[in-house]
């Protein structure tokens, strides 16, 4: 019996080998080819993807403020809002915040809507700054799909 059982050992083994190498390169080539399939199918996804737009570029028509005396009246100047390409962002809302910054005598918080041209202007503004030194108005832009910016700082120097 046990030779018989060596003999059976035996031929299952070559049978397994043979097993193993024919069935080796089919499990390969089903590997390969969903491989393949999932390359195709994210690189044909991510075709499609557009690169998102964003603020580029927020400038101001005063590169800083002067003042004289611990507050001043009726500073004025526009702030122009662009994408990443220099097109205008119409509708972006800018706000303004540092120095005591207000409209008039309100004290409410200064902010506006930039036009067709990517432009926001704002007049009658009262800038307070009772040290000496700079003090800056920051400049917070937030457009729909373009997000937000906060760069752009105004110095205001007594």
Same mark, same amino acid.
């Given at each position: 019996?046990?030779?018989?059982?060596?003999?059976?050992?035996?031929?299952?083994?070559?049978?397994?080998?043979?097993g193993?190498?024919?069935?080796?390169?089919?499990?390969?080539?089903?590997?390969?080819?969903?491989?393949?399939?999932?390359?195709?199918?994210?690189?044909?996804?991510?075709?499609? +993807?557009?690169?998102?737009?964003? +603020?580029?570029h927020? $400038?101001?028509?005063? $590169?800083?403020?002067?003042?004289?005396?611990?507050?001043? !009246?009726?500073?004025?100047? !526009?702030?122009?809002?662009?994408?990443?390409? /220099?097109?205008?962002?119409?509708?972006?809302?800018?706000?303004?915040?540092?120095c005591?910054?207000?409209?008039?005598?309100?004290?409410?918080?200064?902010?506006? !809507?930039?036009?067709?041209?990517?432009?926001?202007s704002?007049?009658?503004?009262?800038?307070?700054?009772?040290?000496?030194?700079?003090?800056?108005?920051?400049?917070?832009?937030?457009? /729909? $799909?373009?997000?937000? $910016?906060?760069?752009?700082? +105004?110095?205001?120097?007594?």
């Amino acid at each position: 019996m046990s030779k018989m059982m060596a003999y059976a050992k035996k031929k299952l083994r070559k049978l397994n080998r043979k097993g193993g190498i024919e069935g080796l390169p089919m499990e390969l080539m089903i590997i390969v080819v969903i491989a393949a399939l999932g390359t195709a199918v994210l690189v044909g996804w991510m075709g499609n +993807i557009e690169t998102p737009e964003t +603020i580029g570029h927020v $400038d101001s028509s005063v $590169d800083q403020i002067v003042m004289t005396t611990d507050k001043n !009246t009726n500073v004025s100047f !526009t702030i122009t809002v662009t994408d990443t390409s /220099g097109d205008a962002i119409p509708n972006a809302t800018v706000v303004l915040t540092g120095c005591n910054v207000s409209k008039g005598t309100s004290g409410a918080t200064v902010y506006g !809507t930039t036009n067709s041209a990517g432009q926001a202007s704002f007049t009658g503004l009262s800038i307070q700054k009772t040290t000496s030194g700079v003090g800056y108005i920051n400049v917070s832009v937030s457009a /729909g $799909d373009y997000g937000e $910016d906060s760069s752009l700082r +105004i110095p205001v120097v007594r």
